[in-house]
């Protein structure tokens, strides 16, 4: 059985980091590219950065370039997401996702797996 587990949100003031964790398990996890999304109320589920099986290429989405770092460590079945300069308009909830396979995709629709969701709140 497949379990994404992100734990590391809460709330922050403006300007302030958090770091998000996504523990793996049940699946071959360098297999798999992992990505975060972030849902806001009222608002659709959207990309926010993945990096490849092997650590070795991301993508992010332009909002967040500059401030947030993804990466991971398939010792420890683990893929992070370090936010820095956080702004009231990160407000969402953080979902991690594994597909499987090489290629990194944006597209919600592509990821087989998906954890619980973690909350990040910041406040002006």
């Known amino acids: 059985q497949v379990q994404l587990v992100e734990s590391g949100g809460g709330l922050v003031q403006a300007g302030g980091s958090l770091r998000l964790s996504c523990a793996a398990s049940?699946?071959?996890?360098?297999?798999?590219?992992m990505a975060w999304f972030r849902q806001a109320p009222g608002k659709e589920r959207v990309f926010v950065a993945v990096v490849s099986w092997s650590g070795g290429n991301t993508w992010y989405e332009d909002s967040v370039k500059g401030r947030f770092t993804i990466s991971r460590d398939n010792a420890k079945n683990t893929a992070y997401l370090q936010m820095n300069s956080l702004k009231p308009e990160d407000t969402a909830v953080y979902y991690c996702?594994?597909?499987?396979?090489?290629?990194?995709?944006?597209?919600?629709?592509?990821?087989?797996?998906w954890g619980q969701g973690t909350q990040v709140t910041v406040s002006s």
């Open positions: 049940g699946l071959t996890f360098s297999n798999y590219g």
């Open positions: 996702a594994a597909m499987y396979g090489g290629t990194l995709v944006a597209d919600v629709r592509y990821y087989n797996y």
